[in-house]
């Protein structure tokens, strides 16, 4: 089992930035990916941006050059640094951990934009 714990969400302004954490604890394996999904009320739950153990980032089209997903390996965490947001933005943030076949949700994190 992994748990996953979110923070950092909050309501910001247009054109403001955020910071999101994802800390994971559990049965941890190495070799995991480690990203965020979004989901907006109405709509269905979508990729933002996933980053693997090592290798390449993968963003949705709609965040790229916008938003950055970084972690540190030594804390078993993931972030996602959330710049220029725009209302379109807003949505529940949902850390995801994957390793193989298993995956794993946090509980979610509210973020709103709106002046």
């Known amino acids: 089992q992994v748990h996953l714990v979110e923070s950092g969400g909050g309501l910001v302004q247009p054109g403001g930035s955020l910071r999101l954490s994802c800390t994971a604890s559990?049965?941890?394996?190495?070799?995991?990916?480690m990203g965020w999904y979004r989901q907006a009320p109405g709509k269905e739950r979508e990729l933002v941006a996933e980053?693997?153990?090592?290798?390449?980032?993968n963003y949705a089209d709609s965040v790229k050059g916008r938003f950055t997903v970084s972690r540190d390996n030594t804390k078993n965490a993931a972030y996602l640094q959330m710049n220029s947001v725009k209302p379109e933005d807003t949505a529940v943030y949902y850390c995801?951990?994957?390793?193989?076949?298993?995956?794993?949700w946090g509980q979610g994190t509210q973020v709103t934009v709106s002046s």
């Open positions: 559990g049965s941890i394996f190495r070799f995991n990916t």
């Open positions: 995801h951990y994957l390793y193989g076949r298993s995956e794993y």
């Open positions: 980053q693997p153990y090592s290798g390449s980032t």
